[in-house]
T-cell receptor
Framework: IAGITQAPTSQILAAGRRMTLRCTQD?????MYWYRQDLGLGLRLIHY???????GKGEVPDGYSVSRANTDDFPLTLASAVPSQTSVYFC???????????FGPGTRLTVL | GQNIDQPTEMTATEGAIVQINCTYQ??????LFWYQQHAGEAPTFLSY??LDGLEEKGRFSSFLSRSKGYSYLLLKELQMKDSASYLC??????????WGAGTKLIIKP
């Protein structure tokens, strides 16, 4: 693993189903983030974690949950997917002392 | 509210110079970032400005005026591979990044 990986790359999901998007980084960064990116809009922060064991809500947290059991992993769960959650989801991380964020390759999610 | 404005789309010619502007109104300011995003790919870091002035890095330069809430990204000697979206983002008082919608730059031969 080099940098940040996300899985799956893409997914088509029926409305009402539960889905977890995975994110793993090997840079030992303290902070991790989940964004969604929709056409015509900027990246919007869903949830973040400043360090393992802590999480916080971003701009658009409703319908999503996260956990941060260790430094490397930061999964995002959609408890009951809805069509408005169709988007491209990016995971990012940053080290303490630097505000530069490094992004994973993204997950393209379609909810029907 | 917080707002980042940048043009939706710009077109330029290979070999030329282009300036992409960004204006912002945010709750606090702890720096401004420019990222490049090729279609279907993740954003990648280009520059970070926290003090007023120009930061030069190869063919790319970024300028900041905090009093005007204004930044620009200058791309020189444009190459076809520079065709991408350029994202402006401001680090607010909570150290969260507020993102503009991005400027799609089209390079023509």
């Amino acid at each position: 693993i080099a940098g940040i990986t996300q899985a799956p790359t893409s997914q088509i999901l029926a409305a009402g189903r539960r889905m977890t998007l995975r994110c793993t980084q090997d840079m030992r960064h303290n902070a991790m983030y989940w964004y969604r990116q929709d056409l015509g809009l900027g990246l919007r922060l869903i949830h973040y974690s400043n360090t393992a064991g802590t999480t916080g809500k971003g701009e658009v947290p409703d319908g999503y949950s996260v956990s941060r059991a260790n430094t490397d992993d930061f999964p995002l769960t959609l408890a009951s997917a809805v069509p408005s959650q169709t988007s491209v989801y990016f995971c990012a991380s940053s080290s303490s002392g630097s505000n530069e964020q490094f992004f994973g390759p993204g997950t393209r999610l379609t909810v029907l | 509210g917080q707002n980042i404005d940048q043009p939706t789309e710009m077109t330029a010619t290979e070999g030329a110079i282009v300036q992409i502007n960004c204006t912002y109104q945010t709750s606090g300011f702890n720096g401004l970032f420019w990222y490049q995003q090729h279609a279907g790919e993740a954003p990648t870091f280009l520059s970070y400005n926290v003090l007023d002035g120009l930061e030069e890095k190869g063919r790319f330069s970024s300028f900041l005026s905090r009093s005007k809430g204004y930044s620009y990204l200058l791309l020189k000697e444009l190459q076809m591979k520079d065709s991408a979206s350029y994202l402006c983002a401001v680090l607010d008082s909570n150290y969260q990044l507020i993102w503009g919608a991005g400027t799609k730059l089209i390079i023509k031969p």
